[in-house]
């Protein structure tokens, strides 16, 4: 890639830095990704200053980055309330220094997999609070008369609304966003990544309101075996070590076929040989699904997944039941500071 080029991209991105209120986000621009890609097509001489130049680039988008937070964190708070007690523009006590606060475990471990999986070259979307029929179901291949369309596994507003009961309520706006670059010869490469919602009864294993990873590949050649390949370097990188996975057939409507992965449980996390933890949902992209977005399924398949974060954190950390993640417990919440 010429030089031009990458000055483009630089231009480009800081420009976005300057007016963004989530300055971090441009670091995982897909500019970054398509510089990196170039680096193969480079003979060997052109390799070492292309590389050095690229890395100057994303450099540089840091350093702005940071000074974008900083000026973002400094700056004078907008007054929305003319009835609140005391003026929030002014210099009062913090009710809360920064020091005596951290990150709930969940939002630390949600940005580990958002990252694991976005340096495996996937971009990341957060999951919408609130969505409709189409996008939550119809997109996704689910019969009128599916169960999970029924209030009892699924919320829904007077309106018809519906609190996502998973993350792949954005499936179809990531096909279609991707579609032109499959159709130029590349391929569609996304995550979505928030809460979740489900008309559950609360005990130690199922919760309302929880977290979900949903992805999905679509390329002209994707395979099984390349989705099972990603979703064990996953948790071998979650988790830091080897891990043995198996599968077994299972159904959901958006894909075909469907399977649920499972770990053997590490020894180092309190496993027994033989102990298999289901994990993963995951499968083949169903062809009424691509066909939703628009996308030839005679041409193009892919592979989707969907983890529960929940899930990954209660073994990663031996964590036995799932309702204290919503407890505002502080004994469990300073484990993690």
């Known amino acids: 890639m010429p ?27 897909p500019e970054f990704k398509g510089l990196y890609s170039a680096i193969g097509s480079l003979s060997p001489e052109e390799k070492g200053p292309y590389g050095k130049a690229v890395n100057e680039l994303k450099q540089a988008i840091e350093a702005a980055v940071e000074a974008r937070i900083d ?6 708070i907008e007054s929305i309330d003319v009835s609140a007690p005391w003026d929030i523009n002014s210099q009062s006590p913090d009710f809360l220094p920064t020091n005596k606060g951290s990150q709930h475990p969940l939002t630390k471990e949600m940005e580990v997999v958002v990252d694991i999986f976005t340096r495996m070259g996937f971009s990341a ?18 019969p009128e008369n599916h169960p999970a369309r029924d209030g009892y596994d699924t919320f829904r507003t007077e309106e018809g609304f519906i609190p996502p009961a998973h993350t792949s ?12 670059v499959l159709e130029g010869g590349g391929n569609i490469a996304g995550i979505s990544y928030g809460r979740v919602y489900r008309n559950e009864d609360v005990d130690a294993t199922h919760e309302h309101t929880f977290h979900q990873v949903e992805g999905v590949f679509v390329s002209d050649s994707a395979t099984l075996g390349e989705m099972l390949g990603t979703l064990q370097a996953f948790f071998e990188v979650y988790y830091g070590q080897a891990l043995r996975i198996k599968t077994q ?9 469907g399977l649920e ?31 939703s977005a628009g ?23 031996g964590i036995e039941d799932l309702r204290y993640f919503e407890s505002a417990k502080l004994g469990f919440l300073r484990k993690f500071v």
């Open 3 to 29: 030089s031009h080029d990458i000055e483009a991209v630089r231009s480009a991105l800081l420009e976005r830095v300057q007016t963004s209120e989530t300055p971090r986000d441009i670091l995982r621009a």
């Open 71 to 76: 000026l973002l964190e400094s700056g004078e």
């Open 125 to 142: 979307i957060e999951s919408r609070q609130i969505d409709d029929d189409f996008h939550m179901f119809g997109s996704l291949n689910f």
């Open 169 to 180: 309520t954005m499936q179809n706006r990531i096909l279609q966003a991707g579609k032109p």
């Open 249 to 257: 057939p299972a159904y959901f409507p958006f894909v075909e076929p």
């Open 261 to 291: 992965i499972m770990i053997e449980k590490p020894a180092v996390l309190g496993g027994k040989a033989g102990e298999w933890l289901e994990m993963v949902g995951c499968g083949m992209v169903h062809p009424n699904v691509l066909e």
């Open 295 to 317: 996308i030839d399924p005679k041409k193009y398949r892919g592979f989707a997944w969907g983890i529960g974060v929940e899930r990954l954190v209660m073994l990663k950390y």
